[in-house]
């Protein structure tokens, strides 16, 4: 009985790290909410200027701006980051 019991604190102390480290294993870069949408690629719907415009980002219709100069219907956009309610974009090709 010795023994036995001698092998199950061995194998418990083997195993025992190996075990933790997948179970709580934190996972890396989760984003979520607003920060989950920094760097998403969208299409823009309307034109989008410093002053109105709407992408697609993900399945939904965002309001947007650029920064500078204006994106066309149909063109590639990358988000800059989210302003209340208004995603900041810019040219998908320029990033």
């Known amino acids: 009985m010795d023994w036995f019991l001698n092998y199950r604190c061995h194998y418990l102390g083997f195993l025992r ?27 823009v719907l309307t034109e989008v200027s410093p002053t109105t415009g709407t992408i697609n980002l993900g399945k939904e219709t965002w309001t947007a701006r650029t920064q500078e100069g204006s994106l066309p219907v149909g ?18 090709k320029e990033i």
Not at 24 to 39: C, E, P, Q, V, Y
Not at 75 to 92: E, L, M, P
């Open 75 to 92: 063109a590639g956009a990358k988000v800059v980051r989210i302003d209340g309610a208004v995603a900041i974009v810019t040219n998908a």
């Open 17 to 43: 790290p190996i075990v933790r480290k997948y179970l709580f294993k934190k996972s890396g870069d989760t984003r979520t909410g607003f920060s989950a949408l920094i760097g998403e690629e969208a299409i």
